[in-house]
């Protein structure tokens, strides 16, 4: 069974460019979320998809920050236009489980896409 | 607001002796604790967890003990392996499927 996988791996970019992060969660995994790992500091949760629905973005620093996921499947998560804060490791995870009771399942990591904003 | 918090940012133990990792936190509704294991250019990877119903958890060479009325964990790693070097991050939750909230993480390094 294939992981969750980020592309790209890095990116570097330049200040008010504008960038895509892609995430394929684990086939059949209804939850998806996105993090973020800043200057090796502690990993902070941006947002939380279940199946195409935000259930919880309350973790987004702003509005340059777009998270998508169409149909439920792979999400894409915008940075429009960057920032130097913006640099960091953003990691997407995914679990099983849609429903209240169904729920304990282990979140699993993708390797992250390094962000580097010049 | 930081509400789970690993103190020690770097462990360096011996081959074949205990480690003693530590996580504290401040919300009493986080009702499950997780402890993950990250190498350098890859993700966290799962490595054990635990109720907030049981005080402690045992899977093979790791153990994680919970200690709710000092709202304190630990993850007991014997014997110490070469492979166990790597960075520990602590994380609880409140629900079943909500997001994680993670310490800073603790490096470890397990020398010959």
């Known amino acids: 069974e294939a992981g969750v996988t980020q592309f790209p791996s890095h990116s570097v970019i330049e200040k008010g460019q504008t960038v895509t992060l892609r995430c394929d969660p684990i086939?059949?995994?209804?939850?998806l979320y996105w993090y973020r790992r800043v200057m090796g500091k502690e990993i902070k949760f941006l947002l939380h998809?279940?199946?195409?629905?935000?259930?919880?973005e309350s973790g987004m620093p702003n509005n340059r920050f777009l998270a998508e996921r169409t149909g439920g499947t792979y999400s894409t998560l915008k940075v429009q236009p960057a920032e130097l804060e913006d640099s960091g490791v953003y990691f997407c995870?995914?679990?099983?489980?849609?429903?209240?009771?169904?729920?304990?399942?282990?979140?699993?990591f993708g390797p992250g896409t390094r962000l580097t904003v010049l | 607001d930081q509400q789970v918090k690993q103190n020690s940012p770097s462990l360096s133990v011996q081959e074949g002796r205990i480690s003693i990792l530590n996580c504290d936190y401040t919300?009493?509704?986080?009702?499950?604790f997780l402890w993950y294991k990250k190498y350098p250019a890859e993700g966290p990877t799962f490595l054990i967890s635990?109720?907030?119903?049981?005080d402690k958890n045992e899977d093979g060479r790791f153990t994680v003990f919970l200690n709710k009325s000092a709202k304190h964990l630990s993850l007991h790693i014997v014997p110490s392996q070469p492979g166990d070097s790597a960075v520990y991050f602590c994380?609880?939750?409140?629900?079943?499927?909500?997001?994680?909230?993670f310490g800073a993480g603790t490096q470890v390094v397990v020398t010959p």
């Open positions: 998809f279940v199946k195409e629905s935000k259930q919880d």
């Open positions: 635990i109720s907030s119903i049981k």
């Open positions: 995870a995914s679990s099983q489980g849609a429903t209240p009771g169904q729920g304990r399942g282990t979140q699993y």
């Open positions: 919300n009493s509704m986080f009702d499950y």
């Open positions: 994380a609880a939750r409140t629900d079943s499927w909500g997001k994680l909230q």
């Open positions: 086939s059949g995994h209804d939850n």
